[in-house]
């Protein structure tokens, strides 16, 4: 088989999308990564189109790989775990958070029942977007109450509750560090005038716990519910359960994220109730977000406008400030609320991606609800995850602060304003 990569930035031209392409020779399709299009065909197949704006010149070339398309697969991994786990697995294209990789189909299949939240893996359909990196809309007008919201978040705000979450050592789910991790949340939720409770989450023979803050709207009823959440725990997956799990960025910032969030709301008065979510258990298999969705009666899951999910949103591992928005078709409408919010109080550069794996959106999409993962943009993948090397010192406030600020642009405008 023969892959070519077109990246149009090398061919000084347009961005070239699936439906935009030349017509090509029989037997090749394509495969979309951002803004680099996989051509790819036969073994007696050119997939290079002749001719402008296509050349072997540009900086790209085709070149063979012993692969068939049945082999070819896409992961979508967190961090560089699937690589980590698995570094005999060929990868013919890697960016980061997504590679395609050579696999044989059985096992590929036996992968993807083992390790949800670490990778997943989906077969490589033909004419495939993987991801797309979005070209930045024009801003419209600032709205002055959602401008002045976004402005909430601070570094040292953030920087101290992400402070205060390391210190506990490690917050695997099952430990003295998650509880008082919990605590020490609820504590602040409670504080900021929001009604929490902790919801109970068994974990196999032991027990871990969601935090679950509240803020009710002041509009009419029915009102609608936007939740904004993260998962609270950190693992360390080499050293155990007792090992050291500072979890910094998975999922430090996410939760620290989700506190200040919080704390932007506490004196806002909206039109539609507000639900900020910390899940136990994310780390060994989403349960604290499934245990929370599958207890959600048929009335409130129908109230669910919207489903914010931060997880890891502050390491920067390239020159790029950008975000991932990642959720189903049916989250569509949130993803582009989203990218409107960074264009109009951010700088952030927007990739989406319709591939949901590994995090806490999942469940919800699952129940049909409209989730989006908001995650540092596909390259800036975290190679230290899961591990006692996810420390402090790598996080990229701005950044973190960045992805807030598009999250409280959208949520703000989500639950409104009530007069």
């Known amino acids: 088989m023969k892959i070519y990569t077109y990246n149009p930035a090398l061919h000084q031209s347009p961005n070239v999308r699936g439906s935009e392409l030349p017509p090509l020779a029989p037997g090749t399709s394509w495969a979309r990564f951002g803004r680099e299009t996989l051509l790819y065909g036969a073994d007696d197949t050119d997939p ?40 005999d697995v060929p990868v013919l294209h890697d960016r980061g ?14 992968l993807q029942t083992g390790e949800a939240t670490c990778y997943g893996l989906i077969p490589l359909a033909s004419n495939q977007v993987v991801f797309e990196e979005r070209d930045r809309a024009i801003a419209r007008a600032p709205v002055p109450f959602i401008r002045a919201l976004t402005a909430k978040p601070t570094r040292a705000s953030v920087e101290a509750s992400l402070t205060k979450l390391v210190s506990f050592g490690s917050r695997h789910s099952t430990s003295t560090g998650y509880v008082a991790a919990a605590k020490f949340a609820k504590e602040q939720l409670a504080a900021m005038g929001y009604t929490t409770r902790l919801q109970e989450v068994t974990l196999g023979t032991a027990k871990t716990r969601n935090v679950i803050a509240h803020k009710p709207g002041s509009g009419p009823n029915p009102r609608r519910l936007v939740i904004v959440a993260a998962h609270l725990d950190s693992i360390n997956l080499a050293g155990g359960p007792a090992a050291p799990a500072p979890g910094a960025d998975d999922n430090g910032s996410g939760s620290a994220g989700v506190l200040e969030i919080a704390r932007a709301f506490k004196d806002h008065h909206a039109v539609h109730d507000l639900r900020c979510i910390l899940f136990g258990g994310e780390e060994q298999g989403l349960f604290g977000s499934k245990h929370y969705v599958a207890r959600l009666s048929a009335a409130e899951r129908s109230k669910i406008e919207a489903v914010v999910n931060m997880d890891m949103v502050g390491s920067l591992n390239s020159a790029s400030r950008s975000v991932l928005l990642e959720g189903a078709e049916l989250s569509q409408a949130v993803i582009d609320g989203l990218t409107d919010a960074a264009s109009t109080y951010t700088e952030l550069a927007v990739e989406t991606s319709l591939h949901p794996f590994a995090s806490d959106h999942v469940p919800f999409i699952e129940k049909g609800i409209s989730a989006v993962l908001t995650i540092e943009g596909a390259d800036n993948t975290n190679s230290t995850v899961h591990s006692a090397n996810d420390k402090i010192e790598r996080i990229d406030y701005e950044l973190l602060l960045e992805i807030l600020r598009m999250n409280v642009g959208f949520i703000a405008g989500a639950i409104g304003r009530a007069s």
């Open 97 to 110: 958070r997504f590679l395609l990789v050579q696999i044989d189909p059985a096992r590929a299949r036996t």
């Open 48 to 87: 290079v189109p002749q001719g402008p704006p296509f050349s072997r010149d540009a900086g790209t070339a085709s070149r063979h790989v012993n692969a068939t398309r049945e082999q070819l697969h896409v992961v979508v991994q967190h961090g560089r775990l699937f690589q980590q786990h698995h570094p």
